[in-house]
């Protein structure tokens, strides 16, 4: 069972008009061209009646409405001729260029040129009168207009598709970007918070557990002071991210970047959490005094050795972990090491997070990082922390 697709509603208007106008030209006797006696007038309403069907197909079947349509307009030049069945045509090669395929709508004008050219200097040639050029001038009305109105209005919806979709590309890449961009800092504020807050919660999970499992009162009230200082400090630090993360208005300067002259500082505290364990923290620093690295660079470096003694804490044997800090050839060189093993007492249960951010870290500036245990050269097995950041100083960045 064949169906056919159902007409647009511009197509029903469309050829219902023309239909109705047309007959009433004929009912007034209005033709396009002289009366054929061997034709009755009533034949004339023939290609009109098609003519007004071809259009309810002309955006649903453009090609074959205009073919159709074509024989349709000759043959309404053998009877008595009428003007809507023309104009009717006009809009069929119109609709046939504008709702049919990329090739037709590219063809269809061209052919139409080529005809009213033929059509043009065959009449001069029939005729041998100037008024066979308006001939030519009709036959380009009637085809060639509609074909190239068609075309015009064809290219301009595409370049209009085109703009609305390369509108959408760019806002679907601008969406991607917000979204990697939101990724990048969600996963920046995690590093600084690990980094922040590890150190003291080491701290407190290792003197808690010793505090639970030595029953003397002294170490117990030692312990529970240590607990409290890094309870204290990490919640401070915890409220200054949080602080700086709610306020939006720049009326609070931002807190200082850790840097590296706060390295003392950090192996004072590191000396104090882990006495009780057996551990010595030396500092070997070999970098030029008075340098200044981009802020960036001593901020990872700080954190590279904030987390080392982090992990020294909870995991290392009783030994010298040793810090060493040395800058040449344009590259910043941070060597942590400490002795590897099960050490005696408690241990503080660890995800690994702070390895995973320290490489995020070094990535992040072209870096190069290792982390592992090796073998020292006596023999003995320790964990080693190495990390190559590039970085210059602040005056060979401005020379």
């Known amino acids: 069972m064949i169906r056919f697709p159902l007409p647009h509603r511009d197509g029903i208007l469309l050829g219902l008009t023309g239909l109705l106008g047309g007959v009433l030209l004929w009912g ?18 023939v290609p009109l009646t098609v003519m007004a069907f071809l259009e309810l197909l002309r955006r649903s079947c453009p090609r074959t409405a205009l073919i159709v349509g074509t024989v349709a307009v000759i043959a309404d030049q053998f009877t008595h001729g009428n003007l809507a069945t023309v104009i009717m045509f006009t809009d069929v090669m119109y609709a046939a260029v504008v709702y049919g395929t990329p090739a037709s709508a590219r063809r269809i004008p061209v052919t139409t040129g080529l005809i009213t050219v033929a059509i043009t200097i065959a009449a001069l040639a029939w005729l041998r009168r100037p008024e066979a050029l308006l001939i030519g001038v009709v036959t380009g009305l009637v085809s060639f207009a509609p074909a190239l109105t068609g075309a015009t209005l064809r290219n301009h919806r595409e370049a209009a598709e085109a703009a609305r979709l390369r509108a959408e590309q760019t806002a679907l890449l601008a969406e991607i970007d917000r979204n990697q961009a939101i990724a990048a800092e969600r996963s920046r504020m995690a590093r600084e918070l690990h980094d922040m807050v590890a150190n003291h919660l080491s701290a407190i999970a290792i003197h ?51 840097a590296l002259d706060g390295l ?24 030029e005094s008075g340098g200044r690295l981009p802020a ?13 003694l982090t992990n ?47 490489q995020e870290r070094v990535t992040l500036l072209d870096g190069e990082m290792e982390a592992g245990p090796v073998t020292a050269g006596d023999g003995t097995k320790i964990w080693q922390v190495r990390a190559e950041l590039p970085a210059e100083d602040d005056t060979e960045l401005s020379a």
């Open 28 to 45: 007034l006797g209005l033709h396009t061209t002289d009366f054929r006696e061997l034709l009755p007038s009533w034949v004339t309403l």
């Open 264 to 287: 003392e500082a950090l192996l004072a505290k590191a000396r104090t959490f882990g006495s009780d364990s057996g551990l010595v923290f030396v500092l070997d620093d070999g970098r």
């Open 296 to 308: 960036p660079v001593e901020m990872a470096a700080y954190r590279i050795v904030q987390e080392s």
């Open 208 to 258: 808690s557990t010793a505090a639970l499992s030595i029953g003397e009162p002294k170490a117990s009230t030692d312990a529970l002071t240590v607990i409290r200082e890094n309870s204290v400090q990490g919640l401070s630090e915890m409220r200054r991210l949080i602080g700086l993360l709610r306020d939006s208005s720049g009326d609070q300067e931002p807190a200082v970047a850790p």
């Open 312 to 358: 020294a804490l909870k995991h290392a044997s009783p030994g010298t972990v040793t810090v060493a800090l040395t800058h040449t050839d344009r590259l910043l060189k941070v060597l942590v090491t400490s002795p590897y093993g099960e050490r005696p007492g408690p241990r503080a249960p660890g995800s690994g997070a702070g390895l995973v951010g320290m």
